[in-house]
């Protein structure tokens, strides 16, 4: 699962991508500006189930939980491997 810094990242990346200010993502989330103004810059220590949720879903984002990972590779890993691989000239 990601930590606080990676969700808000992405909700900062979500929010951009559709061209929303801060102050839309507030209207839409019903969480205040300061909350997801620190989310979005890794300023924030806690910021509640709940209200991580209504950002995320203000943006069409939602969690999912899943098995342990166990330090086994992502798929993010393994386009990563195989990109710089392809750069070295390996495949």
């Not at 709940?50 to 984002?61: D, E, I, P, Q, S």
């Not at 890993?77 to 710089?84: A, K, P, Q, V, W």
Request: hydrophobic content about 35%; cysteine-free; aromatic content about 2%.
């Amino acid at each position: 699962m990601a930590d606080l810094i990676e969700l808000g990242e992405l909700v900062k990346n979500a929010r951009k991508e559709q061209k929303l200010s801060q102050n839309e993502l507030v209207r839409r989330s019903k969480v205040s500006r300061a909350r997801i103004e620190a989310l979005e810059n890794g300023r924030i220590s806690e910021i509640g189930f709940k209200n991580l949720m209504r950002v995320m879903n203000a943006l069409g984002l939602d969690l999912r939980a899943t098995q342990l990972n166990n330090n086994r590779p992502t798929l993010e890993d393994l386009r990563e491997e195989g990109e710089n691989a392809s750069s070295l000239g390996r495949r």
